[in-house]
């Protein structure tokens, strides 16, 4: 069995999503996510000309030879446009395998260890009341986890992940539109005034059940975050996300020493090798990788069995940057994995992300329900994607009221 060819195409309702297509020889074709927020542009061109000319004559079926081929082949290892090239490969790869097996990924990872994935959205809102009707429409969805973000008094433009209209928030998503980024102004010390107590007055609202979550979003620095921590802490949120930079991972332990709140960090991961001692040394409780992001479902499951012997859970990153695709990679992860813990899902499903990526997969009460169809579930109309172009866009950039340049 041999691949006989490739294509990528960029574009899609809202985002620039890059989806592979992988053609073999018996007509079974498998498919991938590259897309990479901001830089869509550079998957697309590293798989066209570099990428997809090295698939053509190998066997679909050896997709850990070819992980391995693209992995250690580069010389260069890793970063975030390589990674995700080879995540879409490693992808469309197992979508084939589904598809020549007759099974759902899931039967191929060890079968169903829940019926439906617990998963997480995002109440924001302008102000604190603004995100109170933000949460209570979620609760009245069926959801049973919400990430909650709000605008912090005093804070010159709106704070990560929130409009600054009242109302724009049922599921508000950062504009990152135009190549050059806009600029978000950021004040730790009014947040870390103000946002305990707010985080408290929502458990108070809505009771011990809802499961919270917070994303600090890298902007704190180690002792700040430990002190924010522990102020939180009688709040009992679900996770704190990203209380620090990635880059220094011993900042936690200060924060450990300090407090038991939940930590997840993750999502700006491309490897197993940025976070393998951050699991080893239980610095963490999830683990935030994306499929797409991490270079695929073969090293993404390695982390998950690495996490699984650490205590430590799965709750992949699901922002409304990644496609159906890379949702679904992830959904048959979670149907699996034995230590799934939340799945980050922003609604995706719009019309025309329906027709673009036509799948079986459902969102029901909060839970998600991963499709029987064979592979990763979801197909692609090469007619639809026709209809859009490559948007420019940008992730914002944050300055400190003085103009220092601080973490977005
Ligand atoms: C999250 C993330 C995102 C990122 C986005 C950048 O927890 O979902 O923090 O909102 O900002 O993925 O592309
Ligand atoms: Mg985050």
Redesign the pocket.
Known sequence: MKITDAKVFVGGPAKNYVTLKIMNDQGVYGLGDATL??RETMTATYLRDYLTPNLIGKDPRNSEDIWQFFYRGAYFRGGPIAMSAFGAIDMALWDIKGKLAGMPLYQLFGGKSREGAMVYA?ATGADLEDLMDSIAWYVEQGYKAV?VQCGVPGMPTAS??VSEEKGANRNYI?DFSGIQPKVEIWDTDRYMRYMPGALARIRERFGPDLRILH?V?HRLLPREAAEFAKEVEPVRLYWL??PTPAEDQDALKLLRQHSTVPIAIG?VFNSIWDCNKLIENELIDFI?VAVTHVGGITPAKRIVDLAGLHHVRTGF???P?HSPLSMAAQAHLNAWAPNFGIQ?YLVLGTPECDALFPSAHRLENGMFHVSDAPGLGVDFDEKEVARYSYKPGS?PVVRLEDGTLWN?
């Open positions: 927020n901001g995002h990430r990560y992940g950062t994303d979003h996300e990203d999502e935030r990153h699901g922002a940057s980050e992730l977005y």
